[in-house]
């Protein structure tokens, strides 16, 4: 035991309380063992509150730490360690554990070299543990999101010019090694050649800079696959003499094949694999910009007899007939030339430094590739053929739409002059014409939506043998007036929209301004208003939330509005209509199949989606009175309409024994003639509101002939 006075020297006493140090004392003779008052202090315990039993510590430690802390002595005690030491849990006075490092070691021993007394002393590592503990769960999720990411790390001492890599980077560059170390020069030796200089260059990071580095590059592995990676890369100093550049390194490869498939995507039409018409306008654009060989020729490709082949074999085999076509017309063409899908059946070809006789001679090979294509075996028996225009282009000033519009000019002359022809467009005669051609009636078009020459009219829909405020249907159509005050028919300026892509504008300007002008009156019941959509309206992802947000500030109820698709515009994108009627049905609004019958998918639509109403095609009803086929045709669609719970509306009623037939099938009318003409839509509502309290029959009156 050793002398009382010096262990309880104020001086020692002092300096185990500021070095919160607690000091055992253990007498192997005795067995007796002395714990310091800040020992006790350090669990919680006051002084002497504690037995200086020999085994109070190993009370208070922790089961699972028991044995690791009794093999230390031992080791010690056995001469196999120069010291004890080891890190425990003791408890706490108030329960819970404090970490504690007990280092110490044998200070006395007999005449024989026996081990007589041991001391040591415990500090309180708890914050330290506890740290550590956090840091490790730092550690075990960066880890994990190196794993996730398929991230590995390297670094290279600056002073040892030694360099190590992780596993995981070692997997990225196809490198079996057992060890992280690898020669400095290694990495040099799996670069692209043509990546090696500019990778190596930005991979010299100042010394110093805490800047962190971003690069992209190549590496060709030992087996010769080329693999992309990304490399970050900084400078840390203070590590090693002279510090090392720390960096990760990343497998994009599949990455870089997504983004290079994305961009091809949105270049390319999905069907055909062509340019789609987007990137055509661009490179048009381009080339227009930079013409270097002139001249530079646009030919616009209008294939013929296709709704034909589409109706007779469906829309699936009429996508393998524009594959056939479009691998046809590209099979045809030099390599200076780009081709493009600009929609539906509609195709341009641009070939830079092509004079009048080397257009000719593509257009005529366009021509009899077309004629000559693969249409698959469903439709082996019908043939195709098109209407090619030709524009040649000299003049930087020209737009892309301008160009195009000459072009498209031109393939109406051939269509004109019999298809399966081409033809080149004459400023001559366009300009002597005496009409605008399809490019300034698309611009006029565009210009009329906002200077107010675009007019919203409507058509009453009636229930047969009832007044029409029976049923407060309106059709709302659109007419375009001309800047000299002439009114242009949809059937001019609707197709125009199509081709340049304005017709989804048009749409919206219509929908949306029809439903601000007339909310009020939808709200009070006292119209109902339909509108008829194109395939580009179809086809656009926002459609729906364009018109959500037109309901919703018109404040008109959604189960008073109504759309009208064509069976042409759900050939053109079929998923997207099928999920067009769907979205409408959700928000109740009606569904009509216009020009129902007009082809030979129309039963396959009608089974498709589910709709409110169909609109016979008026082919069916102009001359009922005389055909007993098409009184067949519409019987049958009345009936079938009939028992799918379907309303049946019909066009071009110009007789009045038309109307008596419809009337024996029940067969609602659309226009007739006893019916008004089209007519300002504003005078429709001026009609119907305020709504009036015994609706009386109109006086017809019969349309002049």
């Known amino acids: 035991m050793a002398d009382d006075d010096k262990r309880s ?15 055992w004392d253990w007498n192997l003779s005795t067995g007796d063992c002395y714990y310091s008052p800040t020992w006790s202090k350090m669990l919680g315990y006051e002084e002497g509150e504690l ?13 699972d730490d028991r044995e690791r802390a009794l093999a230390s002595g031992d080791s010690h005690l056995a001469g196999l360690t120069p010291s004890i030491e080891t890190e425990l849990r003791l408890r706490h006075k108030d329960g819970h554990w404090v970490w504690v490092l007990d280092r110490g070691g044998i200070v006395e021993r007999d005449a024989d070299g026996k081990p007589l007394r041991l001391m040591g002393v415990q500090t309180d590592i708890t914050r330290q543990k506890e740290a550590e503990a956090a840091l490790e769960q730092v550690n075990v999720r960066f880890r994990l999101a190196l794993a996730a990411s398929g991230t590995g790390i390297w670094h290279h001492d600056v002073g040892t010019q030694k360099s190590y890599w992780d596993a995981r980077t070692r997997d990225i560059f196809g490198l079996v090694a057992d060890s992280d170390e690898v020669t400095a020069d290694l990495w040099h030796t799996f670069l692209h050649p043509d990546d090696k200089e500019a990778t190596e260059k930005t991979h010299q990071v100042p010394l110093g800079s805490d800047t962190v580095v971003a690069n992209q590059y190549r590496i060709i592995r030992r087996d010769g696959e080329i693999r992309h990676v990304e490399s970050l890369l900084r400078f840390i100093a203070g590590v090693g003499s002279a510090g090392q550049i720390l960096g990760t390194v990343r497998d994009i490869t599949e990455d870089k094949k997504r983004a290079e498939e994305l961009a091809y995507a949105a270049r390319h039409d999905a069907l055909t694999g062509l340019l789609n018409r987007s990137a055509f306008d661009r490179l048009l654009a381009e080339k227009i910009n930079a013409i270097d060989r002139l001249p530079l020729a646009v030919f616009y490709v209008d294939l013929d007899y296709f709704k ?27 390599p200076s030339a780009h081709a493009a899908r600009l929609g539906g059946d509609e195709f341009a070809v641009l070939v830079p430094g092509c004079d009048t006789a080397c257009a000719e001679r593509l257009a005529g090979a366009v021509l009899a ?36 519009a000459c072009a498209d000019d031109a393939c109406y002359a051939a269509k004109a002059a019999g298809r399966d022809r081409f033809a080149v467009f004459s400023p001559d005669a366009a300009s002597g014409s005496g009409g605008l051609n399809a490019a300034r009636l698309a611009a006029d078009t565009v210009d009329a939506m906002e200077d107010g020459r675009l007019k919203l009219y409507g058509q009453e829909i009636h229930k047969l043998g009832q ?14 007036e001309a800047r000299n005050g002439r ?71 959604s189960s008073g509005v109504g759309f009208e698709i064509t069976e ?44 409110d109403a169909i609109k016979i095609d008026g082919s069916f009803i102009e001359h009922i009175a005389d055909s007993p086929f098409d009184r067949e045709i519409v019987s049958a669609i009345s009936g079938i309409a009939r028992s799918m719970g379907c309303a049946v509306v019909a066009e071009k009623i110009e007789e009045k024994s038309a109307l008596e037939i419809l009337q024996g099938m029940g067969v609602a009318y659309g226009q007739g003639f006893f019916l008004h003409r ?8 001026a009609r119907a509101v305020p709504m009036p309290e015994k609706p009386q029959r109109r006086s017809f009156r019969s349309i002049p002939t």
């Open 9 to 23: 020297g104020k001086f020692w006493a002092v300096a185990l309380d500021r070095a919160h140090l607690g000091l």
């Open 51 to 63: 037995a200086n039993t020999p085994d109070l510590w190993l009370m208070l430690t922790h089961p």
């Open 308 to 334: 034909a082949l589409n109706d007779f074999a469906g829309h699936a085999a009429g996508d393998l007939a524009l594959k056939g076509v479009a691998a046809g017309i590209l099979a045809s063409l030099p």
């Open 369 to 404: 590739a077309v004629r000559d294509a693969d249409l698959g075996a469903g439709v082996a028996s019908r043939r195709l053929a098109a209407s090619v225009g030709i524009a040649f282009i000299e003049d930087r000033e020209m737009s892309v739409a301008d160009a195009l």
């Open 467 to 480: 007044p029409w405020q029976e049923s407060r249907h309106v059709e709302v159509l659109a007419r375009l």
């Open 487 to 557: 009114l242009i028919p949809p059937g001019d300026f609707m197709p125009v929209a199509e081709r340049f892509g304005i017709a989804a504008r048009l749409d919206r300007w219509i929908i949306r301004t029809a439903l601000w002008r007339h909310g009020k009156a939808m709200r009070s019941g006292a119209i109902s208003l339909g509108f008829n959509l194109s395939a580009q309206t179809l086809s656009d992802p926002q459609l729906w939330d364009f018109v959500d947000t037109a309901i919703a500030e018109s404040g008109a109820p």
């Open 568 to 611: 042409t515009a759900a050939v053109t994108n079929f998923e997207a209509a099928a999920e067009f009627v769907r979205k409408a049905r959700e928000r109740r609004c009606r569904v009509s199949l216009d020009d129902f019958g007009a082809g030979m998918s129309s039963f396959e639509y009608l089974r498709r989606f589910p709709i």
């Open 678 to 685: 089209p007519e300002p839509l504003e005078a429709i509502v």
